[in-house]
């Protein structure tokens, strides 16, 4: 176990540095936090997701036999854990020392781990990220970071994490997707790699299975980073039912959140698939590899037989200013294929209408203020053009 929470530390810090050296800065570039109440509370969740628990736990003191083990008791690293199949416990006790010493001697001679043979629990994702956290800000070299990487994939660590995803216990399965989420941002050879090790697959069942929103909010992370930039993968996606389970999942009462994040990424794969072709007119290219891939990519009409059209509509009655600017985004984003359908919506139609009084007011007041263009100012911009086009 313990090799296992070495390998682990080592993939959170490559990944969690790929994470933040290669964010967007303009992602989220119109939102206001000084105007919207959702932006602050997002930055809230997020910053609570991403700390670890502080829970002080009983530590649990193994021997050489096995015991039982109590709800609420960390395990050490280094120990084995089982399932009594008559009463139902977790029994905990010492690993061979033996068999310890030399699983770590494989691991340092650069051998790929058994990743069959041993498990890790909750407490052993925390103790390795909070040890990354701890180091973070001492070593912040890019090229040491890519060569952790390197590393990992060569023995299998990569596999580790995804394994983790089948984990029955919560916490597991949110720290795991966390670590890839991180781990594909910008990478497409781990991207690939997640891919042909079925994490595409673990991701959708998770989405679609009933689990704490904590998780599914990691996993639709992971499962963001994985699909940008990446067209195979958006290809494999449609073909696993990934809009349905998309669908599904901004369809359960008190996933809002998760509803604004899906949007968000609907709007980014449209968007990139339309500034590669684009991409292709500047450059006189007709064929380039990746573009023949985004071609291959049929989401619109995907989405418009999935009813996205419709659901991204009723989107717009949050009442976050910052989850409006997001949808009405997309609404743009999905004209190509859902004009007809929003101008039959009546009720998209009165909501656009109140929309547009409601933020003409609110740029009044910004330009009493003296901000020439203000943030409702650029949200009444937007409305007013998706009613130009709706005409």
Same mark, same amino acid.
């Given at each position: 176990m313990a090799p296992l929470s070495m390998l682990l530390g080592l993939l959170i810090a490559s990944c969690f540095t790929f994470c933040l050296s290669?964010?967007? @800065?303009?992602?989220?570039?119109?939102?206001?936090?000084?105007?919207?109440?959702?932006?602050?509370?997002?930055?809230?969740?997020?910053?609570?997701?991403?700390?670890?628990?502080?829970?002080?736990?009983?530590?649990?003191? @193994?021997?050489?036999?096995?015991?039982?083990?109590?709800?609420?008791?960390?395990? @050490?690293?280094?120990?084995?854990v089982r399932l009594h199949l008559q009463t139902g416990a977790r029994e905990v006790k010492l690993q061979n020392e033996d068999k310890f010493r030399n699983n770590l001697k494989e691991l340092k001679k650069g051998k790929r781990l058994d990743i069959k043979s041993n498990t890790y629990t909750s407490q052993d994702l925390k103790s390795a990220l909070a040890k990354f956290k701890e180091g973070a800000e001492m070593d912040s070299s890019k090229e040491d970071q890519m060569d952790n990487a390197q590393d990992?994939?060569?023995?299998?660590?990569?596999?580790v994490v995804i394994n983790g995803l089948n984990s029955t216990e919560p916490l597991v399965k949110e720290y795991a997707a966390f670590v890839l989420g991180a781990a594909f941002s910008s990478n497409p050879k781990v991207q690939v790699e997640a891919i042909e090790g079925g994490a595409l697959q673990k991701l959708l069942v998770i989405l679609a299975t009933e689990q704490p929103l904590a998780a599914k909010k990691k996993v639709l992370f992971a499962l963001c980073s994985l699909l940008r930039?990446? @067209?195979?993968?958006?290809?494999?996606?449609?073909?696993?039912?990934?809009?349905?389970?998309?669908?599904?999942?901004?369809?359960?009462?008190?996933?809002?959140?998760?509803?604004?994040?899906?949007?968000?990424?609907?709007?980014? %794969?449209?968007?990139?698939?339309?500034?590669?072709?684009e991409e292709a007119v500047l450059t006189q290219e007709t064929s380039p590899e990746k573009l023949q891939q985004y071609r291959q990519v049929h989401l619109l009409p995907g989405l418009r037989e999935q009813g996205w059209c419709e659901i991204t509509a009723r989107l717009l009655a949050l009442p976050e200013h910052d989850a409006r600017e997001k949808v009405l985004q997309t609404l743009g984003a999905f004209l190509v294929t859902c004009r007809d359908h929003y101008r039959q919506n009546l009720q998209l139609s009165g909501t656009l209408a109140s929309l547009q009084a409601e933020y003409q007011a609110l740029a009044?007041?910004? %330009?009493?203020?003296?901000?020439?263009?203000?943030?409702?100012?650029? %949200?009444?911009?937007?409305?007013?053009?998706?009613?130009q086009e709706l005409r």
């Amino acid at each position: 176990m313990a090799p296992l929470s070495m390998l682990l530390g080592l993939l959170i810090a490559s990944c969690f540095t790929f994470c933040l050296s290669h964010q967007n @800065p303009k992602e989220f570039a119109l939102t206001n936090p000084e105007k919207s109440s959702t932006k602050e509370t997002e930055r809230k969740e997020t910053k609570a997701e991403e700390k670890l628990d502080t829970e002080v736990l009983e530590v649990f003191h @193994p021997t050489h036999e096995w015991q039982a083990l109590r709800p609420g008791q960390a395990v @050490p690293a280094g120990s084995h854990v089982r399932l009594h199949l008559q009463t139902g416990a977790r029994e905990v006790k010492l690993q061979n020392e033996d068999k310890f010493r030399n699983n770590l001697k494989e691991l340092k001679k650069g051998k790929r781990l058994d990743i069959k043979s041993n498990t890790y629990t909750s407490q052993d994702l925390k103790s390795a990220l909070a040890k990354f956290k701890e180091g973070a800000e001492m070593d912040s070299s890019k090229e040491d970071q890519m060569d952790n990487a390197q590393d990992l994939l060569s023995f299998g660590g990569l596999q580790v994490v995804i394994n983790g995803l089948n984990s029955t216990e919560p916490l597991v399965k949110e720290y795991a997707a966390f670590v890839l989420g991180a781990a594909f941002s910008s990478n497409p050879k781990v991207q690939v790699e997640a891919i042909e090790g079925g994490a595409l697959q673990k991701l959708l069942v998770i989405l679609a299975t009933e689990q704490p929103l904590a998780a599914k909010k990691k996993v639709l992370f992971a499962l963001c980073s994985l699909l940008r930039h990446f @067209p195979y993968a958006q290809q494999q996606f449609l073909k696993l039912g990934g809009l349905q389970v998309l669908r599904s999942l901004v369809q359960e009462k008190g996933t809002e959140v998760l509803a604004v994040r899906v949007v968000t990424l609907l709007y980014d %794969l449209v968007t990139e698939k339309m500034f590669a072709e684009e991409e292709a007119v500047l450059t006189q290219e007709t064929s380039p590899e990746k573009l023949q891939q985004y071609r291959q990519v049929h989401l619109l009409p995907g989405l418009r037989e999935q009813g996205w059209c419709e659901i991204t509509a009723r989107l717009l009655a949050l009442p976050e200013h910052d989850a409006r600017e997001k949808v009405l985004q997309t609404l743009g984003a999905f004209l190509v294929t859902c004009r007809d359908h929003y101008r039959q919506n009546l009720q998209l139609s009165g909501t656009l209408a109140s929309l547009q009084a409601e933020y003409q007011a609110l740029a009044a007041l910004e %330009l009493q203020d003296g901000e020439d263009e203000g943030y409702f100012r650029e %949200l009444l911009g937007s409305i007013n053009s998706l009613l130009q086009e709706l005409r």
